[in-house]
């Protein structure tokens, strides 16, 4: 399965968030220069994510945004599902597919997509920033 930018960038801005001082607020542009992405595109994301809680905004001349919650309450694999627009893996009837009644492959696939977000969903995202000086020195030298 492959994430999409929405998704994958999703997990950049909460990686980035992640590993900033407490309480400290970054831009929108902070990220897309650190991060090479078009600051319009990020927008939604960010947008996003706001939305569905992960993280605040305040707005204003000294706004910006940070984590809603702790590292260790945001479950990758709920941010992923939550992110991705369709994960459905394949439609047999768009088009309709002939072989549908009898083929076993639909099934194959989501129970690799099942295996796939099991995984997903042991991990937090305090788990993905076990190393925040050496992301944040990465980020730097970007």
């Given at each position: 399965?492959?994430?999409?930018?929405?998704t994958?960038f999703?997990?950049?801005?909460l990686v980035?968030?992640a590993?900033?001082k407490q309480?400290?607020?970054?831009?929108?542009?902070?990220?897309?220069?650190?991060?090479?992405?078009a600051?319009?595109?990020?927008?939604?994301v960010v947008?996003?994510l706001?939305?569905?809680?992960?993280v605040?905004?305040?707005?204003?001349?000294?706004g910006?945004?940070c984590?809603a919650?702790?590292?260790?309450?945001l479950?990758?694999g709920?941010?992923?599902?939550?992110?991705?627009?369709?994960?459905?893996?394949?439609?047999c009837?768009?088009?309709?597919?002939?072989?549908?009644?009898?083929?076993?492959?639909?099934?194959?696939?989501n129970?690799?997509q099942?295996?796939?977000?099991?995984?997903?969903e042991k991990?937090?995202?305090?788990?993905?920033?076990?190393?925040?000086?050496k992301?944040l020195n990465?980020?730097d030298?970007?």
């Open positions: 399965m492959q994430l999409t930018h929405h994958d999703s997990l950049r801005v980035f968030l590993v900033q309480d400290a607020l970054v831009t929108i542009s902070d990220i897309a220069n650190d991060f090479n992405i600051k319009n595109h990020l927008t939604k947008h996003k706001s939305k569905c809680g992960y605040n905004t305040v707005r204003g001349k000294n910006g945004l984590l919650k702790a590292p260790a309450e479950n990758v709920d941010i992923v599902k939550t992110m991705e627009a369709n994960i459905e893996v394949v439609n009837n768009k088009p309709v597919c002939p072989l549908s009644n009898a083929c076993e492959l639909k099934g194959i696939l129970e690799a099942s295996a796939f977000f099991a995984t997903l991990y937090t995202l305090a788990d993905i920033v076990q190393q925040p000086d992301i990465l980020l030298s970007g």
